[in-house]
């Protein structure tokens, strides 16, 4: 059995009074042990903060509660806690209390999506399902901070059989990913209840598991678990890593139960002023994650829920990140740089730009080095009329009595068959006026 670090050492100490290595690892102690007000934070990591700051802190703590792992505090560097990125996600801070007027409690309008109790119905084919509202360890800048420690929000078992009902009787719904809170708060039991009616639905192909565990809590990645979610393939989990230094020996043995035992893995970052603004810890913590087999999926661009303004950064700051990793990085180490949309339009790829022209045979592009380039485009190219009839078509796709689709949004406009010209906003004054005069 290894060694715990120094100031491991030291919090269980103060806890306990002895040092115990099982009682470190124990999930459950963790959780038992969390660290929620100001006084037990200064004594476990001896960090003081002036009294004065103690003050504007607890009023912090009244409006957006405050929970740490013992596990998740070690990691802070007591020496350097101000610039710390453990320190920054995981304590308080003033700032939280400034309101900025677009901002919105519920910025990506998930409760306004909402059918049934949990749900959110957004994308055609696939849910997103608050299952728990608990969390080990509270981020501090939660997308949904409107609900971070509030019991009113946890789900009751017939609620969620409510939702597990909609899922059922909405045939589209071919991957149901599972969120909270953090489902992984959930007993072993529960989560294997949960798994096996979803499985019975036969429309759900897959089932995703969004979960900070493996960063705040790797502990809780038990063999228990790893054997009960092997049995409920195919499962896919994506974690939620902002930084290289999150990566320890403790979270990529939890990593790597996960990846042997099948399940693909995959990372949502979220970028942070003063915590991973930067493209070579960017560049760092993907280099990490796929040393641990996890995929980088999502680089998110901070949304625009209340007491987050000091933790956005421009948008140019994403993309500068995404310019300095793609070309330079293996393509499987680049994340997606996605704006989920204000009020609920779902998430919004954004790149550098690598059109530099085009004409009717010839694109230009740039790569990565700035290097210009041109690629040569057929000067016939003779358009296989398309009126979605497939089963007439010469390309022989095979529906399998598939219902006929319906194109929408841009793919509308790019289609022969529908007559569609351009896509107007609700209530466009310009086009407004026109109806008047006509
Ligand atoms: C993010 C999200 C999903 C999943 O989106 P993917 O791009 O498929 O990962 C589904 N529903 C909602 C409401 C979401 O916010």
Not at 36 to 50: A, N, Q, Y
Not at 55 to 74: G, R
Not at 423 to 437: A, E, S, T, V, W
Request: overall charge negative; charged content about 30%.
């Amino acid at each position: 059995m290894e060694q715990h670090s120094f100031r491991q050492r030291k919090i269980i100490n103060q806890i306990e009074g002895e040092e115990d290595v099982n009682t470190w690892r124990d999930w459950k102690w963790q959780i038992k042990n969390a660290i929620c007000d100001i006084d037990s934070f200064e004594k476990l990591t001896g960090i003081k903060f002036p009294p004065e700051e103690k003050n504007t802190l607890k009023k912090t703590l009244d409006k957006f509660p405050m929970s740490v792992t013992p596990y998740y505090a070690s990691l802070i560097d007591p020496q350097d806690y101000k610039n710390d990125p453990v320190f920054r996600q995981s304590f308080p801070s003033p700032d939280e209390l400034i309101t900025q007027d677009y901002e919105m409690e519920d910025s990506l309008h998930e409760d306004k999506d909402s059918p049934a109790p949990g749900i959110t119905h957004r994308y055609p084919d696939r849910v997103l399902f608050h299952v728990s509202n608990i969390c080990s360890m509270y981020c501090r800048h939660c997308t949904r901070k409107r609900k971070v420690g509030d019991q009113d929000f946890v789900p009751s078992k017939k609620e969620i059989l409510k939702g597990i009902e909609y899922i059922k009787n909405t045939p589209q719904i071919r991957d149901v990913l599972l969120s909270g809170g953090d489902p992984f708060m959930l007993s072993d039991e529960y989560i294997d209840w949960l798994l096996s009616e979803i499985e019975k639905i036969p429309h759900v192909e897959v089932v995703r598991i969004g979960t900070r565990v493996p960063v705040v809590l790797p502990y809780r990645i038990t063999d228990g678990l790893v054997e009960m979610l092997k049995r409920h393939q195919p499962l896919w989990i994506n974690t939620h890593f902002n930084h290289p230094r999150e990566l320890t020996a403790s979270s990529s043995r939890a990593l790597k139960k996960l990846a042997d035992a099948g399940i693909p893995l995959g990372n949502q970052s979220v970028l942070l002023a003063n915590v991973n603004d930067c493209p070579k810890i960017i560049k760092k913590l993907c280099h990490k994650l796929v040393q641990n087999r996890v995929r980088p999926y999502y680089l998110f661009q901070c949304d625009l829920s209340e007491g987050l303004s000091h933790f956005r950064t421009p948008v140019g700051k994403g993309i500068e990140i995404i310019e300095s990793l793609i070309g330079h990085t293996s393509g499987f180490a680049v994340p997606t740089y996605v704006i989920d949309a204000p009020g609920g339009g779902g998430k919004i790829p954004i790149m550098p730009n690598y059109i530099v022209s085009w004409s009717t045979n010839k694109v230009i592009l740039r790569n990565y080095e700035g290097v210009i380039t041109t690629y040569k485009e057929p000067d016939e190219y003779i358009n296989n009329f398309c009126d979605r009839k497939c089963e007439d078509c010469s390309l022989q796709l095979n529906l399998e009595g598939a219902e006929e689709e319906v194109e929408i949004g841009v793919e509308k406009l790019l289609s022969d068959s529908d007559e569609t010209g351009s896509l107007i906003p609700q209530g466009n004054p310009r086009i407004k006026k026109r109806k008047k005069h006509d």
